[in-house]
């Protein structure tokens, strides 16, 4: 990644710089992308259709005397998405009034978005833009920077809109209106511009909510989030997943609960999802009081990560990779290794160079045992003969920690035990805190390892970080303070590939890619 100074220190130059939903959720996915959009200000164009309407949703429903303020309405149909993408980069460079003006810049904006590159001459490539069916959108467009949509997209998404409002469980949330009282006890707000900001971080929180409404005598908030859906309802939750929007609840839930004064601890916020899909199905989806605290420390973990890159100046890698790459030059471990076999093996008191050990190691089997059950699994490929009965029944069996053997085929034995014993550990490793594991855990994973060896001072390492921060900050050119607010220096379990599949060619693969020896 090529670094501008100049731009950097423009950016910097703004003390209380605010995340977004948008710009938080871009660092996390891809540091050099966010440097690239918000240092250097070199952002994509996006005209996407479903982006344009879903803003016009959004519109309609909760603030349709600025529909004209937000949109231009161009009469016919709108171009494709490729071609609006080069019109509007064209737009950004060129003030030209008709189209016929513009064939050097619509030619420098087709390169730029390596679009059409493959037909062989240039005219055939203006054939695409410049057209008489083109005409009237770009005279939309050049005279304004905000949105162009044609009539179809309005009276599709006015049509959405009569869905939504005909639909009682979204219709029950919007009932109540705010009122001129001066002792009135519900407020409501609508596309409402929130800004916080935060303790002993360098940088703000800021976003526009869709839609909340606060009792002040019941000491509830409501927060709801409209979401047009190119899947289907039932394709939603991955879809949480998949687009961090569990990171834009607990950012709003944050931004609302700022406003709420003095006794803003004494509310309860309920957070819900308004969910159009392709189809025009409606679905309120509710979320748990368990999965907005998931959600809130998933925010507190994402802020310190931004917190790493904004204080490090360093956007050219993701923060784990950074730290993988610390390791290759520390002579350890820079691809994932199974952490359960590192971490939670040695927590059952066997030594180190049994005459079996597992295969591999895992925090959870498939519809079969979650991390809440706070199970540790240990996979042997052996047959059962008389030398592994042995080992079994003085080792295993009589663990203080054995639950039950499996044997999912004659030559693969699953043994497992139950950590609820020592859930304190077990949360820990679950979240990547291995620095707070107790003194008996630690003592534990040390002995195994032994003292003396690359390996062991890696265990170490981990286990009190706080003894490597000066050399890590030494080798990323930062601060220490910066690394100690990090803390950890090893990646957290990948739930993925910690948890059993009970397919023989998955299972082979996983043992193949993240070996690690336990023997001597």
Not at 16 to 37: E, V
Not at 60 to 79: M, Q
Not at 200 to 224: A, N, R, S, W
Not at 350 to 361: E, M, R
């Amino acid at each position: 990644m090529k670094r501008n100074e100049q731009q950097e220190e423009k950016f910097y130059a703004n003390k209380k710089f605010c995340f977004s939903y948008s710009s938080l959720n871009k660092l996390l996915f891809s540091p050099s992308l966010f440097y690239k959009d918000y240092i250097l200000f070199d952002r994509e164009v996006r005209t996407d259709k479903h982006l344009v309407e879903g803003k016009l949703v959004h519109c309609l429903l909760f603030e349709p005397e600025n529909l004209h303020k937000k949109f231009n309405i161009v009469p016919g149909k709108a171009p494709s998405d490729n071609i609006r993408k080069v019109m509007k980069d064209m737009s950004i460079h060129t003030n030209a009034e008709t189209l016929d003006l513009c064939e050097v810049q619509a030619l420098e904006s087709l390169k730029t978005l390596n679009l059409f590159q493959s037909l062989k001459t240039d005219a055939q490539r203006l054939n695409k833009v410049i057209t008489e069916d083109n005409e009237p959108y770009w005279k939309f467009l050049s005279n304004t920077n905000i949105d162009v949509v044609d009539q179809d997209t309005l009276q599709n998404c006015i049509g959405k809109v009569a869905i939504l409002e005909d639909n009682k469980d979204v219709t029950e949330l919007f009932k109540t209106t705010e009122t001129d009282f001066e002792l009135d006890n519900i407020t409501t707000h609508s596309e409402q511009y929130l800004k916080s900001d935060l303790q002993k971080m360098p940088f703000g929180l800021h976003g526009y909510v869709d839609y909340y409404q606060v009792d002040t005598d019941k000491k509830e908030v409501i927060i709801c989030d409209l979401k047009t859906s190119g899947k289907t309802i039932t394709d939603f939750s991955e879809s949480v997943d998949y687009y961090n929007y569990w990171l834009q609840a607990a950012i709003y839930s944050k931004l609302v609960y700022d406003t709420l004064g003095d006794d803003k601890d004494e509310y309860k916020i309920l957070f819900k999802f308004i969910v159009i899909d392709k189809y025009n199905q409606v679905y309120v989806f509710d979320v748990s009081d368990q999965s907005m605290n998931d959600w809130a420390d998933g925010l507190g973990g994402s802020l310190k990560t931004a917190e790493f890159h904004y204080n490090s100046k360093n956007y050219s890698l993701p923060m784990e990779f950074l730290v993988n790459k610390l390791n290759y030059n520390m002579g350890v471990y820079t691809d994932y290794f199974q952490k359960s076999k590192v971490f939670m093996y040695p927590l059952l008191g066997l030594k180190k160079g049994l005459s079996h050990v597992p295969k591999q190691t895992y925090i959870a089997w498939e519809d079969v045992y979650s991390v809440d059950d706070r199970m540790f699994l240990c996979l042997y490929h052996t047959k059962m003969n008389d030398v592994f009965k042995v080992f079994v029944k003085q080792n295993l069996l009589t663990n203080k920690y054995f639950l039950k053997q499996i044997e999912l085929d004659k030559a693969r034995h699953l043994f497992v035990f139950d950590f609820n014993k020592i859930k304190f550990d077990y949360d820990n490793f679950i979240a990547g805190k291995y620095s707070r594991f107790t003194v008996d855990g630690k003592i534990n994973i040390l002995d195994f390892f032994g003292y003396d060896d690359k390996v062991s001072e890696y265990i170490h390492s981990f286990l009190s970080p706080e003894e490597s921060h000066d050399e890590y900050a030494k080798f990323l050119g930062v601060d220490p303070e910066d690394i100690a607010n990090v803390h950890e220096i090893c990646t957290p379990p990948d739930l993925d590939k910690e948890t059993m599949i009970d397919n023989n060619y998955i299972i082979s693969q996983l043992l193949k890619d993240s070996f690690i020896s336990l023997k001597k």
